[in-house]
């Protein structure tokens, strides 16, 4: 059983910002498998964003890939030219933006906005679309959906424009979902059915998810295995369990532990992230630096 083939497979992936040779990925490896959610976390800058948006074909023009490789189903996404990349990543990955308000277009209804990447991407026909849209808001428990696929954005809660976004991601059946800080902008109260909603769909679709987050509240909630990040590199991997134990091969994963409020622990008291770690952190990032850079190598 285990030798099931991962959906998403990374492998050693470094990547740069061209135009000062700052790294912002170094060396990252993970795998996610079919039915289960693979959390990505660390502060904010560590590279999440970047990684998620490596696979999605949606890095910045800045930034370019400068060794690894991502497979997705098996397939290397090397070895597909651009145009049989977006039409296979079309297909088999979609991503949960943050903010669902300025994912959607103010101007546009929301039907067009839910059936256009599939009319116009996967050449569906209109009627077979709109189709699939009612039964997929249906499916996030949005009620009178004929009514809200005329609606305007602006005419939808938060909740609602978010529900509309994970049922969008849903439409193609996608292998992989990246959803990146998909409850970040939402009210506390509506970030918890949100939450709920996300898991009750992947584990309804047995899709493979890669779930960006600073929140270890929602790792706990969510995920079934984490990576957590440090200025772009893995500086821990391991199972949800492990991770809270409190015993983790990297000291900076215990510390974002200790820096996070626990419902379970009311005496907890929230320790900041010691001095000593960042530099454990930043000596390991150069002596990272100095392998790549070749100048470890004689
Ligand atoms: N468009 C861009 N051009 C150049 N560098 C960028 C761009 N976007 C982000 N970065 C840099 O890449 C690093 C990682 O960013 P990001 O993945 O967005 O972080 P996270 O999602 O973990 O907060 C940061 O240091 C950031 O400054
Ligand atoms: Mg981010």
Request: proline share 8%.
């Given at each position: 059983m285990m030798s099931e083939r991962p959906c998403l497979e990374i492998n050693n992936l470094s990547a740069t910002?061209?135009?000062?040779?700052?790294?912002?990925?170094?060396?990252v490896s993970l795998s996610v498998y079919r039915g289960e959610v693979h959390g990505l976390v660390g502060e904010?800058?560590?590279?999440k964003s970047m990684i998620g948006k490596a696979v999605a074909g949606?890095?910045?023009?800045?930034?370019?890939?400068i060794e690894g490789s991502i497979t997705l189903e098996g397939i290397?996404?090397?070895?597909?030219?651009e145009k049989g990349r977006r039409h296979f990543l079309g297909e088999t990955c979609a991503v949960i933006p943050q903010d669902p308000l300025t994912s959607?277009?103010?101007?546009?209804?929301i039907e067009p906005q839910i059936t256009d990447r599939l009319i116009?991407?996967?050449?569906?026909k209109k009627t077979k679309a709109r189709s699939r849209a009612l039964e997929l808001l249906e499916e996030v428990h949005i009620r009178e959906p004929k009514r809200v696929l005329r609606?305007?954005?602006?005419?939808?809660?938060g909740g609602m424009r978010q529900r509309i976004l994970i049922a969008s991601a849903f439409a193609t059946e996608p292998k992989l979902i990246i959803a990146d800080?998909?409850?970040?902008?939402?009210?506390v109260t509506v970030q918890k059915q949100i939450l709920k909603l996300i898991k009750e769909m992947e584990e309804r679709h047995g899709t493979a998810m890669l779930f960006v987050t600073h929140d270890m509240g929602v790792v706990a909630k969510i995920c079934k295995n984490v990576s957590v990040l440090y200025a772009g590199k893995v500086v821990e991997q391991t199972d949800v369990m492990s991770l809270f134990?409190?015993?983790?091969?990297?000291?900076y994963a215990d510390a974002l532990i200790e820096a996070t409020p626990r419902y379970d622990k009311p005496d907890h008291s929230l320790v900041p992230v010691d001095v000593s770690i960042n530099q454990i952190l930043a000596s390991e990032i150069l002596e990272a630096d100095k392998i790549w850079k070749g100048v470890g190598n004689d």
């Open positions: 910002v061209n135009h000062v040779g700052e790294r912002v990925l170094r060396s904010s800058g560590a590279g949606l890095l910045p023009r800045a930034v370019k890939i290397s996404l090397d070895d597909l030219d959607l277009n103010p101007c546009r209804r116009k991407t996967l050449g569906w609606a305007y954005p602006h005419e939808l809660s800080e998909p409850t970040t902008a939402l009210d134990s409190g015993k983790n091969n990297h000291p």
